[in-house]
């Protein structure tokens, strides 16, 4: 593979590390600003839903100008949210911070996904896109259990200022390491747009949504869930959460495998099992080693759902995939939002903290639902 595809990966390092980093630090910034959990709860919804907002905005406006310009420019956003965030004086200065952060990120997958595939032969798309994502699933084996354990050793300020280092890193690494490509020809932002006439665009899109959906349900309130009826110490946060990152590492390499074979039926079996699994963790959280094997599982089939989530909409949106590919971005992070909201929803009603894991597996419910409707739809359009 390219040594492009690694640099890409440092900045994927960094911003999934900012983007994961919230779930191990709840209780600290509950405490710190004096609101509720589910209240900061909503810095993962809210982080979520500037992914879906900014990044094809963004994208549309870097049309103009090289990918790998484009790239960089997000990354000086990315590290400018961050020292935002590790200054913010109160709860709402650093939510904007993490919009800032958002922003840069959901624009920043999507070019990045058409930098991957188009760094490689047709047939390695997917695999090429897995590992850029690698770099998001390795921040929640490295950069999340480390920037948990700083921020309840230092205070969580000190863990955005380590990630504003990882973000100076990546910066330099795309700088040195990818290509100039030419800024796209054939249309520019006109073309881009006119691919979401596409039926097939928009139910990819949907497909990400609630196939996606789940993983954040569970994972934004995966500290209270421990804690709360698992009876972990907080000191067994940052350790879980590394070994569900590795899961998250070996499905995503799982999930670009098989999606260069088969798309459609990678992501039915992915979020299949996810919906299944999301319903394990409520049945087992009270028993700390089916807990942790169970959450491990979780993260396999959380991101063995990516590389064909996002290969799905490249294929749906052929000749005009860049501003697709964001909206995808945007659209797993709509999901996030939708799965972290809903989960604080049922906490608040007084359901408990195994409420957001039978949240999840309702929600995978429907992504396998919106799934099958896409398969339906794509059948058709094959000729007989």
């Not at 995808?328 to 409420?355: E, P, Q, V, W």
């Amino acid at each position: 593979m390219p040594l492009a595809l690694f640099a890409l990966a440092i900045s994927a390092f960094g911003i999934g590390t900012t983007e994961f980093i919230i779930n191990g630090l709840l209780p600290e910034l509950a405490a710190d600003f004096a609101v509720t959990i589910p209240a900061a709860g909503l810095l993962v919804s809210g982080y979520a839903l500037g992914v879906a907002v900014g990044g094809p905005p963004l994208t549309m406006l870097g049309g103009r100008f090289s990918r790998k310009t484009v790239l960089l420019s997000l990354m000086v956003l990315f590290i400018a949210g961050n020292l935002l965030s590790a200054l913010a004086p109160s709860y709402g200065v650093l939510m904007v911070g993490r919009f800032l952060s958002a922003f840069a990120h959901g624009a920043y997958f999507g070019v990045g996904s058409v930098v991957a595939a188009d760094l490689v032969a047709p047939q390695k798309r997917a695999s090429a896109i897995a590992l850029m994502f690698t770099g998001l699933t390795l921040a929640n084996v490295l950069g999340v259990p480390l920037g948990t354990w700083i921020g309840q050793a230092f205070g969580w300020r000190a863990t955005f200022w380590a990630v504003v280092v990882i973000g100076v890193a990546g910066f330099v690494g795309v700088l040195a390491l990818v290509p100039r490509q030419p800024r796209p020809a054939g249309g520019g932002v006109l073309r881009e747009l006119a691919t979401f006439r596409k039926p097939g665009v928009w139910l990819a899109l949907a497909m990400t949504v609630f196939g996606f959906a789940p993983v954040f349900a569970v994972i934004t309130f995966i500290a209270p869930i421990m804690t709360g009826v698992g009876g972990f110490s907080p000191g067994a946060v940052p350790v879980v959460m590394a070994v569900f990152g590795v899961g998250l590492v070996v499905g995503n390499l799982i999930g670009g495998k098989l999606a260069d074979r088969a798309v459609m039926p990678s992501i039915y079996g992915s979020v299949a099992l996810l919906t299944a699994l999301a319903a394990g963790v409520a049945v087992v959280a009270a028993n700390q080693t089916a807990f942790i094997i169970m959450i491990t599982l979780f993260g396999v089939a959380a991101f063995a759902t990516v590389p064909p989530l996002q290969t799905r909409v490249l294929d749906a949106a052929t000749g005009a995939p860049t501003l697709a590919s964001a909206a995808n971005i945007g659209a797993f992070n709509l999901g996030n939002a939708i799965g972290s909201f809903a989960a604080g929803l049922t906490i608040d009603a007084g359901l408990g903290y195994t409420a957001p894991a039978w949240t999840a597996a309702v929600l995978g419910l429907v992504g396998l639902g919106v799934a099958g409707a896409a398969g339906v739809q794509a059948r058709r359009l094959v000729p007989a």
